[in-house]
């Protein structure tokens, strides 16, 4: 630690703001909300026909276990290095609005 990050320490009781972190390659997210599991399938099969891997989730089930969408609400998640690519194969999807 420099002087000057030191003495600004001291005068103002706090060490340094921490970093801001970008968000991880690794982390999925949400490329289309299908209209039901037939639709959802299909997405996913389009995106592995182009080396992505997909998962499709309930959108009903939240992470603490508790209801959050009909039982027919669908997500269809990507990691987030293949989002974009992901939604430019699935702008020309056959069926669905793709919701990105």
Known sequence: MNI??????????????PPSRLPSPD???LVARPQGEPEALMLKDILAQH?????????NLTARGGA???WWSYELWVLRRDLRRAR???EGAPAGDGDS
């Open 68 to 70: 959050a969408g009909g």
């Open 27 to 29: 982390e999925l997210a």
């Open 88 to 90: 430019e194969l699935l």
């Open 51 to 59: 080396g992505i891997h997909a998962l499709v989730r309930s959108g």
């Open 4 to 17: 000057l990050a030191r003495l600004r320490q001291i005068i103002t009781g706090r060490g340094e703001d």
